[in-house]
């Protein structure tokens, strides 16, 4: 059965393992044959072990995140804001974005998708 | 060809037509087919006139939205956080929402997806 509190128990443990650099964490909370897609548009991941790859490239950025605000809870989604922080090229920069997980009925995430653009892109 | 100023502008105009109580305003942002999931796992409404109706009913609790952070744009969609704030049953009452709008080539909305649910609510 779902539980709202595990899904905000495994949002906060996705910000938790930015902030220790920790991809084979964020990579146990999805499911075997999950999807991920980051940002909209982009090729998407398939699998555990490939979006372990994706997130472990992802955090040689040294990204950490921050929630901005109240995780909304709804069906089989926590939908969240937050902002990303980075040190690239010198220079601090942080990218503002909204996730989707989509949970299954053992509330691991099946589908993640990331809305963030060049909008949304400040520093670089 | 899609612009992002007019999808700004477009979440811009949602707000400011629940300020104004114009449910005509809100359908007019929306494609002729447009489909809105408002919450998510709820009954949907097809087309711009059964989505008239549904923001007219939603406007007699007098909601109003703020903007609760950056409106994220990417590939077709723009996400942003919001609350609603409205006045039901004699007391104050705010619901914590992100909206997706996803466009078409035009920059009208075909698709809406309000997340929120019960965690979500507060005063009631």
New interface residues.
């Given amino acids: 059965m779902s539980d709202?509190d595990k899904r905000?128990a495994a949002v906060e443990a996705y910000v938790a393992a930015f902030a220790a650099s920790d991809a084979d964490a964020v990579a146990a909370l999805y499911a075997e044959n999950a999807v991920v897609e980051d940002?909209?548009?982009s090729p998407t991941h398939h699998g555990r072990e490939a979006i372990r790859a994706f997130y472990a490239e992802s955090m040689k950025t040294g990204a950490k995140l921050t929630l901005?605000?109240?995780?909304?809870?709804?069906?089989?989604?926590a939908?969240?804001?937050f902002s990303v922080h980075l040190h690239y090229e010198g220079a601090d920069k942080r990218i503002?974005?909204?996730d989707?997980f989509k949970f299954d009925e053992n509330d691991l995430v099946t589908e993640m998708r990331?809305?963030?653009?060049?909008?949304?892109m400040h520093g670089f």
């Fill in positions: 709202p905000i940002p909209i548009g901005e605000g109240p995780i909304r809870l709804a069906g089989d989604y939908v969240f804001p503002d974005v909204i989707t990331a809305f963030w653009g060049q909008r949304n």
